[in-house]
C-alpha cells in the first residue's frame, strides 16, 4: 500500500511562490501517476498537475500553466509542485494523490491513495 504525506502549505501574497512537497512511502513502484489536487470552499476538486514518475510526463490545467510546476525526485520518492505567481484564486485545501503509471490524467477517478492535504491561503 502506498502511503502519501502531502505538506508545504501555508500564506502567502499574491505574486509570491510556494513549494508544495508529496512524499510516498510503503509500497512504491518504478512507475506512478502522482497528481496534486485542489479544493477551496464551496467548489469541487479539481485536478492541478500530474507526473508519470518512469518517463516524467506531466500534465497541468490550464489556470496554473507557465506558473506552476510539477517535479519529482525518485531517490527521494518526492513530487514536488512549484507554485509561482500565486493569484487569490488559488487558495484551496491540496491533496496529492497517487495511481498507476502509465497516461496520467486529472481525473480522479484514476488516482487510488490520497495525502491528509495542506492548505494554501493567498492574500491579496
Known amino acids: 500500500q502506498v502511503l502519501l504525506a502531502d505538506s508545504g502549505g501555508g500564506s502567502v501574497q499574491a505574486g509570491g511562490s510556494l513549494r508544495l512537497s508529496c512524499a510516498s512511502s510503503?509500497?512504491?513502484?518504478?512507475?506512478?501517476?502522482i497528481g496534486w489536487f485542489r479544493q477551496a470552499p464551496g467548489k469541487e476538486r479539481e485536478g492541478v498537475a500530474t507526473i508519470e514518475t518512469g518517463i516524467g510526463s506531466t500534465t497541468y490545467v490550464d489556470s496554473v500553466k507557465g506558473r506552476f510546476t510539477i517535479s519529482h525526485d525518485n531517490a527521494k520518492n518526492t513530487v514536488f509542485l512549484e507554485m509561482n505567481s500565486v493569484t487569490p484564486e488559488d487558495t484551496a485545501m491540496y491533496f496529492c494523490a497517487a495511481g498507476p503509471g502509465g497516461d496520467c490524467s486529472l481525473r480522479e477517478r484514476d488516482f487510488i491513495t490520497w495525502g491528509q492535504g495542506t492548505q494554501v491561503t493567498v492574500s491579496s
Open positions: 510503503g509500497v512504491t513502484y518504478s512507475r506512478m501517476c
